[in-house]
């Protein structure tokens, strides 16, 4: 029953006229066809399916979706009836009571054997607009109708015979918009329980299913197989940009406990939410990542959920996958100067020997690499004019606790770990999504970040490593993360004789070091929607995306 609007609305709520056959209607009682199919009045199911698309279409905000085209109510009389079921008496009248069979019926109602359907609207006055007035009678309050009886036949609906197996099956009775004559009552054609459709008194209460017509326009941006579990639907901001990249993502979730590897079968975008939407993330020894922008050469993270692209600086030129080069980072710098608080695992942290996890991770100071990251971009980024390119998204600096393992307490030098060691060391189940707002560092966002950063740029965390095809422990010199050196991510590990935070390792696995070192930097910067939506190139080291 949630396949119609309703199961108990009547087509009219009288039916003792030819004028009730109209989706709306003129004089009743009048001795004229014109006067009684004139477009004065709302049928009652006009009524009920206008107020539906009110709330359900433009309340809603969807209305420039829709287009305005025929819906055709054919009050064309058959002017060769004669008989129909054996009655006789019918005539070509049509108003008043004087027996009459419309032209549906002659088409593909009942005694015919080959119904021959059509999609043309013979008679302006019965081709129901809004506004388009040239074809169209322009008596429309919504574009919004019913199905013809036409489109019922071309369908596999056939009169009289049961249906089980076409789309248009329902399990239950609803109307179409196809008058079928006036015998003692006016007829109108509707869909039976069993999927045949046949004639039934207008004011019986039967189904209302909405008919609406998507335009082009929306129509030819739309994505998904038109399956039950993939629909044609309208993208998300992710997947316009996945489709302005020329990118197809893979079904399915990879094995996290194995290291991603040069198997295509394995290698590609996959799907997973992030704090937008639906992210899409590039895992292994991928080709179709490389993004030139800045004068440099990044590599795409993934697609974030609102449709911008978070790329990693890859260097000056383009590198293989497996190539160790020192130009794939922007250099060196500890990651804070100090190690010997639970502080210091933080991109900006608060009180050092505070006796509280929420003074100790404050963001009052910036960390050694946040000053080193802001510097670079300041230089390469801003005083080079491309700011206009980049969108404030979240960089999550996830100081979330694991209680699982250590003291769980998060200040001064309780030995503790963090969200990404309980789920990248133990479990093996990156995740995208940040989940202290207080992690979640943005410039000007402060309705999912913290606003606390100075520059949109951060770092790549653990979780995007993982994803991508590092694990911890164990080499991976093939995956396009892969560097040759050490370089960190934004992720804390923990506390235990010094702070220590996550890292790409130089043989490309995830490892931990006290945040004292002296490793690798390699910025992250997300680039807006707008700005992919420019894009040229296939994304390959000879041909790399890049804005015009």
């Known amino acids: 029953k949630d396949r119609l609007v309703s199961t108990s609305v009547a087509f009219n709520s009288s039916s003792k006229d030819n004028a009730y056959v109209g989706y709306m209607y003129g004089t009743t009682g009048s001795n004229s066809y014109e006067a009684t199919h004139a477009n004065t009045n709302n049928s009652t199911i006009k009524t009920y399916l206008d107020n539906w698309y009110k709330t359900n279409i433009v309340d809603k905000g969807y209305s420039e979706a829709v287009s305005d085209e025929i819906f055709c109510n054919d009050r064309e009389i058959d002017q060769n009836a004669g008989s129909l079921n054996g009655y006789t008496g019918y005539t070509t009248l049509g108003y008043g009571s004087n027996k009459t069979v419309y032209a549906a019926t002659a088409r593909v109602g009942y005694n015919i054997s080959n119904p021959i359907p059509k999609l043309t ?107 039950m579990n993939s629909p044609y639907k309208e993208p998300s901001p992710s997947e316009k940009t ?33 704090d937008y939407g639906t992210s899409y993330y590039f895992r292994g020894a991928v080709e179709n990542n490389y993004v030139y922008f800045a004068g440099y050469y990044w590599r795409i993270i993934r697609i974030n959920g609102d449709g911008s692209l978070r790329i990693i600086y890859d260097g000056t030129t383009a590198h293989a996958n497996g190539e160790s080069n020192s130009d794939r980072i922007v250099g060196n710098s500890a990651f804070n100067s100090s190690n010997n608080d639970n502080a210091y695992v933080g991109y900006m942290y608060g009180t050092a020997g505070s006796s509280s996890y929420e003074a100790t991770h404050a963001n009052t100071n910036n960390s050694t690499i946040k000053t080193y990251i802001d510097n670079w971009y300041k230089t390469n980024i801003v005083d080079k004019g491309y700011s206009g390119a980049i969108s404030d998204e979240i960089f999550c600096n996830d100081r979330s606790i694991d209680t699982s393992n250590g003291t769980g307490l998060g200040y001064g030098t309780n030995q503790t770990y963090y969200g990404a060691y309980n789920r990248l060391i133990t479990n093996k189940s990156p995740q995208l999504t940040c989940t202290q707002k ?34 911890n422990g164990t080499s991976n010199t093939s995956y396009y993360l892969y560097k040759g050196s050490y370089y960190w991510s934004l992720s804390p590990y923990g506390y235990y004789s010094g702070a220590f935070v996550l890292g790409c390792y130089s043989a490309g696995y995830l490892n931990g070091y006290f945040v004292s070192n002296t490793d690798g930097a390699a910025p992250v910067i997300n680039l807006s929607a707008d700005y992919c939506g420019q894009f040229k190139g296939v994304g390959s080291t000879e041909d790399p995306y890049t804005a015009p």
Do not use: R
Request: net charge negative; hydrophobic share 35%; aromatic share 12%.
């Open 121 to 227: 609207c013979t008679q302006k006055n019965d081709a129901f607009t809004v506004d388009d007035e040239e074809k169209g009678n322009g008596d429309l309050t919504y574009p919004v109708g019913l199905i013809t009886a036409d489109e019922i036949a071309l369908a596999g609906g056939k009169s009289g015979t049961n249906n089980y197996n076409y789309y248009l099956y329902k399990g239950s009775y609803y109307w179409s918009l196809s008058p079928y004559g006036y015998y003692s009552n006016a007829i109108v054609f509707h869909v039976s329980t069993t999927g045949y459709f046949y004639d039934a008194g207008v004011s019986y209460p039967s189904g209302a299913a909405p008919v609406i017509n998507l335009s082009a326009d929306y129509a030819q941006n739309l994505v998904g197989a038109g399956t």
């Open 242 to 274: 996945l489709a302005a990249l020329g990118l197809t993502a893979k079904e399915g979730m990879p094995d996290f406990s194995t290291v991603a590897t040069t198997d295509e079968t394995a290698d590609g975008l996959y799907a997973m939410e992030d």
């Open 438 to 471: 207080n992690d979640a560092f943005t410039v000007n966002d402060e309705e999912k970040g913290n606003g606390a950063l100075t520059y949109p740029v951060g770092l790549i965390t653990a979780d995007e490593i993982a994803l991508a095809g590092g694990k």
